[in-house]
């Protein structure tokens, strides 16, 4: 079984300022690991992902998150928000089997302000 | 690509009414897709398993009989609300993934559902 931890529910921040929404997971085998975006109103969208090779992942909108197996993270990073990356943020994991169900953490709602 | 599709976005209905909800894959196969309920400012939980042209796997504390599931091709599953209430109101999520042991599931936009 796996479970999933945001520390934070919300994250306030100014525009231009750096981020980091932190994950982490606990799982008795390896793992994938998965960051999705929801706007408001709107379903899940995949903003990036490890699955094996270089711990450092990014998206092509800026953010980018390392996979730390000793420390059992995956933080969210981007070194300048946008007012447009106003949303809600969900870690999520899954095991790197045939059955591969996702468990996700509670969300990040990141509020950007101008 | 890799776009799911869900239908209706919203709907209002009458409680002891029943709704159906449907998730395409419009451009992909998908031999499993995944239903979750999300409630307001609460994260996703996953429903059942449909898989095409089995029994979906529901989760424990999911009442097989309320909530059916029905994944009849490789584009189309729906997810019927029998006998709906106020207390099913929420948002509904599908997920597709194209073959088992694929690691990415590609989401839906939702569906809202407001029972009255």
């Known amino acids: 079984a796996q479970s999933v931890t945001q520390l934070d529910s919300q994250v306030p921040v100014f525009e231009e300022a750096p981020v980091e929404l932190r994950c982490n997971y606990s799982?008795?085998?390896?793992?994938?690991l998965f960051w999705y975006v929801q706007y408001p109103n709107q379903g899940l969208q995949l903003l990036l992902k490890?699955?094996?090779?270089?711990?450092l992942v990014e998206s092509i909108n800026g953010f980018d998150a390392e996979f730390n197996k000793s420390q059992t993270s995956f933080h969210l990073r981007k070194p300048s928000v946008h007012i447009s990356d106003t949303a809600e943020y969900f870690c999520?994991?899954?095991?790197?089997?045939?059955?591969?169900?996702?468990?996700f953490g509670g969300g990040t709602r990141l509020m950007v302000k101008p | 690509g890799a776009v799911v599709s869900q239908h209706p976005s919203r709907v209002i209905c009458k409680s002891g009414t029943s709704v159906k909800i449907e998730c395409r894959s419009l451009?992909?196969?998908?031999?499993?897709m995944f239903w979750y309920r999300q409630f307001p400012k609460k994260s996703l939980m996953l429903m059942a398993t449909?898989?095409?042209?089995?029994?979906?796997?529901?989760e424990q504390g999911v009442e097989k009989d309320k909530f059916l599931i029905n994944h009849a091709s490789l584009t189309l599953s729906t997810l019927t609300v029998t006998s709906a209430h106020p207390e099913d109101s929420s948002f509904y999520i599908c997920?597709?993934?194209?073959?088992?042991?694929?690691?990415?599931?590609?989401f839906g936009p939702g569906t809202r559902l407001l029972v009255l």
């Open positions: 451009d992909f196969q998908a031999t499993t």
């Open positions: 999520a994991v899954s095991g790197n089997n045939a059955g591969n169900m996702l468990t």
């Open positions: 490890y699955l094996s090779g270089s711990t």
């Open positions: 449909s898989n095409e042209g089995s029994k979906a796997t529901y």
């Open positions: 997920s597709a993934r194209v073959r088992p042991g694929q690691e990415t599931q590609y």
């Open positions: 799982s008795s085998v390896s793992v994938y």
